[in-house]
């Protein structure tokens, strides 16, 4: 049953050449690489209406570890694609691998055979074969894309998308960077997810300890010591589970560079600086700041938003956010972005040359979840302007669900586990408001309400109980709005992705707030937003988090014309 | 006269310069159908997927959730002190399936001089019937000095409140014979790696067995305390105390074969899984 793809044979060959760069000396390559996807370095961007992308697997060393990184055109991150909106674009797409592959181009509302989902859009791209991507682009914006099949996310297969807007920039900037982040892992993603359903906090090193337990007793006193210990223990839940890949296995990398490589943007004093910033990740939500600068975020998930000014955002799996910066000094200023767990961080620099570098913050101390984000309605004295949407069905989702939400929580304005009342400005959903209102200004005709569900000691996801294999499609009515209502009955952050339609969040009063594509629901909330099912055709819906989608957390979604035609 | 059509003349110019300014104006805020006319649907696939069964669906996505994983655990292998003399003692398990249905294999015993001793394998179907619970039923065979014994097996065990792993297996083997093990360990943590794991076994049999010197009743308890250095989280050495304690009449064949039915042994080995 193992079908590990990614073994160092399951490369071709005759292309087997170094990724220079990635693993040659610092030296050597510094000036290259840092500058990133900036046009002196030749491929790393691509720009006009024809492309041909050619996915491969290519020898890395990023750590100090050979490795085999699934490439495109031989990059780590993929090239910058470069979009304009109006455009007709065609992609040829090839697979040098052994293995079959695809491309998503996240976030793009494109028609269901140009998705890039194996078994829904299309059959996939079989090793040797090329498929041609044509679609026009109706839409402008910072998008990402990347492999569908497998771990080929994992090991290298993300790249950015930007588009130019027909009309020019909304927000206007003086130059700009895109900032993607990810993890590199030196362990064979396959051993990764084998190894989640044989221990599923083997990557948990900040577990609890008899230490931990003297010190609370000598905070907090012995009675509410005890008492906390026994409430973890009566759900046989973990406080400190907040990510289950950690630090350990990753090395998290700014623009495909490590931090000790410390890739750097330029600026000169004065200018704003727009910041594109796409979580690429496969299992890794990042806290991101740049110490002495405040973030102006314009945009989400490409769309336009008010202009929002905070100090720090967290950045869940696939989500993508525009900031604007205006560095007044002339000096570095270090981009960190430390991951939710606090096992690690990205790192990057903007400074007004090459070689210049700030201080690194540490990270942060590593959070404990709370009975709030159990959904147990605690803890509200922390966050004011919450109140408790006492809606959750008496559900038995079977013996896969670990626990449910007693009083899960709408928590637009709850910036999240480890980013609560740190003295910083953080931006929440609730801060969110995109540009020209909904798409649909139709109320929903109905509510579809689906539970995130799973078992964290067997390593099970899915929604409402039922894994991909167990649960029939979601059926849209071509046309419809409807709203879809999301409970988090885990203690994990989830961001879910719809393919092919916007997904418009709703405040608790049900005002249009944020258009989105991925969207994060936190452990315990309840989240509601309008879907338009304009999109015919079969669609995948899924959590982004790699190894929750690969153990069941996905769900088709079929836009149905009445009569039952797909189209 | 001629006034008028200049006057309307200019006001439609100043309409249209109004309208065109607000069409400049970088602030969408206050026109909230901005994104209703700018969104456009996508085309209909011009080629549609169809239905496939949930394997080829699986395998043309290279994603499968009931994909089986196995794993082998030798939870002890260690040396002991014994009044006996030296033993080698194991018990390990491993298992094989899917989320909700594997296969479980158990085996555990004693080396002593060259002889197994008080040696058992379990091979199980363990099926999750609730949220930290599964059953399990098979078969299992006991070796080692004396007549070897087959008994059907069928038990629970899962993951009680507060973290305790526990096991219940309840036995029926040939000529009426009946038998009971109960297991429980806990996992405690000095450090991320340093890890205390306090363990308890129990055996029950519904009549005695004399050509394998076991009395009816409760047989025998063992308590051990095992403290062992996660070097990687599949390899870790230990070292442990264990209170081996025999009761009844399997109390007595110890003791008639010079053995000390109660005896706290001393343990050096390794945990280690893959």
Redesign the interface.
């Known amino acids: 049953m193992n079908r590990s793809r990614f073994s160092s044979g399951s490369f071709n060959r005759s292309r087997r050449h170094f990724v220079q760069g990635l693993a040659g000396s610092a030296l050597a390559v510094a000036g290259a690489r840092h500058f990133g996807w900036a046009a002196a370095d030749a491929g790393a961007v691509l720009s006009g209406t024809e492309f041909d992308l050619e996915i491969g697997a290519l020898p890395v060393n990023l750590t100090g570890q050979a490795g085999i990184a699934t490439t495109v055109n031989g990059r780590l991150p993929a090239p910058l694609l470069r979009w304009r909106e109006g455009d007709v674009i065609t992609l040829r797409v090839s697979n040098r691998l052994s293995t079959p592959t695809s491309i998503h181009w996240h976030g793009m509302i494109v028609p269901a055979d140009m998705d890039g989902v194996p078994g829904l859009s299309f059959d996939g791209i079989g090793p040797g074969e090329t498929y041609v991507y044509r679609f026009k682009v109706n839409q402008s914006g910072t998008y990402w894309y990347h492999s569908h099949s497998r771990f080929q996310e994992q090991t290298g297969l993300y790249g950015p998308i930007v588009i130019e807007p027909r009309d020019g920039e909304r927000h206007r900037a003086d130059r700009e960077h895109v900032l993607l982040l990810s993890e590199w892992t030196d362990l064979d993603p396959e051993h990764i997810y084998r190894t989640l359903k044989r221990q599923s906090n083997y990557f948990n090193f900040h577990q609890r300890t008899v230490g931990d337990f003297l010190n609370d007793v000598r905070t907090q006193g012995l009675k509410p010591t005890l008492a906390d210990r026994r409430r973890w223990g009566q759900m046989r839940m973990d406080p400190t589970d907040l990510a289950d890949v950690s630090g350990y296995a990753y090395t998290y990398l700014l623009n495909g560079t490590t931090p000790a490589r410390n890739w750097t943007g330029l600026f000169r004093r004065g200018e704003k600086v727009r910041l594109r910033i796409i979580n690429g990740s496969s299992m890794t939500f990042f806290d991101i700041r740049i110490p002495g600068l405040k973030l102006t975020v314009v945009a989400a998930d490409g769309q336009d938003v008010e202009p929002v000014t905070v100090d720090e955002f967290r950045i869940g799996l696939a989500e993508v956010y525009d900031v604007i910066v205006e560095p007044k000094e002339d000096r570095a200023y270090t981009i960190f972005a430390q991951s939710l767990d606090r096992s690690g961080y990205a790192r990057g620099t903007l400074a007004p040359q090459l070689g210049m570098q700030a201080e690194v913050p540490s990270l942060d101390s590593r959070p404990l979840l709370t009975m709030m984000d159990m959904g147990m309605g605690h803890d509200m004295s922390h966050m004011p302007g919450m109140s408790a949407a006492p809606h959750h069905a008496p559900a038995d989702f079977g013996p896969n669900v670990d626990m449910l939400a007693a009083q899960p929580q709408s928590r637009l304005d709850d910036p999240g586990v480890g980013l609560r009342n740190n003295g910083r400005r953080v931006l929440t959903y609730a801060d969110l408001h995109t540009l020209g209102g909904p798409i649909d200004h139709r109320p929903a005709g109905r509510d579809v309400e689906l539970h995130l569900t799973g078992h964290m000691e067997r390593f099970v996801w899915s929604f409402n109980g039922q894994k991909f294999s167990e649960a029939e499609p979601l059926r849209f009515n071509y046309g419809e709005r409807l709203r879809l209502v999301l409970v988090n009955d885990s203690m994990m952050n989830h961001p879910i992705h719809l393919h092919g339609m916007w997904g418009e969040i709703e405040s608790e009063k049900g005002e249009f707030l944020v258009r989105k594509h991925t969207i994060t629901v936190q452990p315990g909330q309840r989240l509601a937003y309008g879907v338009t099912a304009d999109a015919l055709g079969r669609w995948a819906y899924h959590c982004h988090l790699l190894y929750h989608m690969e153990a069941g957390m996905f769900r088709e979604v079929r836009v149905e014309r009445k009569d039952g035609a797909a189209s | 006269m001629a006034r008028a059509p200049l006057t309307l003349f200019c006001s439609a110019l100043g309409l249209m310069l109004a309208a065109g300014a607000l069409a400049d104006q970088?602030?969408?805020?206050t026109?909230?159908?901005?994104?209703?006319t700018?969104?456009?649907?996508?085309?209909?696939?011009?080629?549609?997927?169809g239905d496939?069964t949930?394997p080829r669906?699986?395998s043309?996505?290279?994603?499968?959730?009931?994909?089986?994983?196995g794993?082998a655990l030798l939870d002890q292998l260690e040396w002991r002190h014994t009044a006996e003399g030296n033993a080698a003692v194991w018990d390990a398990e491993g298992w094989y399936g899917g989320?909700?249905n594997k296969v479980w294999f158990r085996s555990e015993g004693e080396r002593i001089a060259g002889a197994t001793q008080n040696a058992r394998a379990d091979v199980l179907w363990d099926h999750?019937?609730?949220?930290?619970?599964s059953v399990q039923a098979g078969a299992r065979q006991d070796f080692g000095a004396g007549p070897g014994r087959t008994w059907a097996a069928i038990g629970v065990q899962g993951?009680a409140?507060?973290?305790f792993n526990t096991e219940a297996t309840f036995y029926v083997g040939e000529q009426g014979r009946t038998a009971m093990r109960l297991k429980a360990e806990y996992e405690?943590?000095?450090?991320?790696r340093l890890v205390l794991q306090p363990e308890g076994e129990a055996n029950l049999y519904g009549k005695s067995d004399p050509a394998r010197q076991l009395g009816s009743g409760l047989s025998d308890l063992e308590i051990g305390l095992r403290l062992r250095y996660e070097v990687r989280?599949e390899f870790a050495p230990y070292i442990g105390v264990v209170w081996a304690r025999q009761f009844g009449s399997t109390a007595d064949h110890v003791r008639e074969s010079g053995g000390n039915p109660s005896e706290v042994q001393f343990a050096a080995g390794l945990r280690a899984?893959f």
């Open positions: 970088p602030q969408g805020s026109d909230d159908t901005g994104s209703e700018a969104h456009v649907p996508p085309d209909p696939p011009h080629h549609e997927m496939m949930y669906m699986a043309m996505m290279q994603m499968d959730d009931r994909a089986r994983t794993m989320d909700n999750t019937v609730a949220r930290w619970w993951l409140p507060y973290w405690l943590l000095f450090s991320q989280r899984w």
